[in-house]
């Protein structure tokens, strides 16, 4: 059974930068594609950005493109998928979470879901 786990979250300023990580554990990840989703405060979930399996595939949602970054590390024991955002904006503000199973961008697809990790910019 796969358990993902998000860390990374915290207060930045606008124009600030954070790396997000989704760490594994139970099952292997290393053949999934991950994907990123984020709750703004009273909004829908919405997707972020996605990757393959070997990390050929990306995609982004047009609101972080060019600042977001996804990656994945299947070397590590906890195989680990990163999202590095830079330029910052207060709009970034939500729980961000990751799941796996699909490239789909939208959240009724997936059934898994982590616990989340809290980002706010303030300005």
């Known amino acids: 059974q796969v358990q993902l786990s998000e860390s990374g979250g915290g207060l930045v300023q606008t124009g600030g930068s954070l790396r997000l990580s989704c760490a594994s554990s139970?099952?292997?990840?290393?053949?999934?594609?991950i994907v990123w989703f984020r709750q703004p405060p009273g909004k829908a979930r919405e997707f972020v950005a996605a990757?393959?399996?070997?990390?050929?595939?990306?995609?982004?949602a047009d609101s972080v493109k060019g600042r977001f970054t996804i990656s994945r590390d299947n070397a590590r024991i906890k195989e680990t998928v990163f999202l590095d955002m830079k330029n910052l904006k207060s709009e970034d503000t939500a729980v961000y979470y990751c799941?796996?199973?699909?490239?789909?961008?939208?959240?009724?697809?997936?059934?898994?879901w982590g616990q989340g990790t809290q980002v706010t910019v303030s300005s």
């Open positions: 799941t796996y199973g699909s490239v789909s961008r939208a959240p009724r697809d997936y059934t898994y």
């Open positions: 139970g099952s292997s990840i290393m053949y999934s594609s």
């Open positions: 990757i393959g399996w070997d990390g050929t595939y990306r995609d982004y």
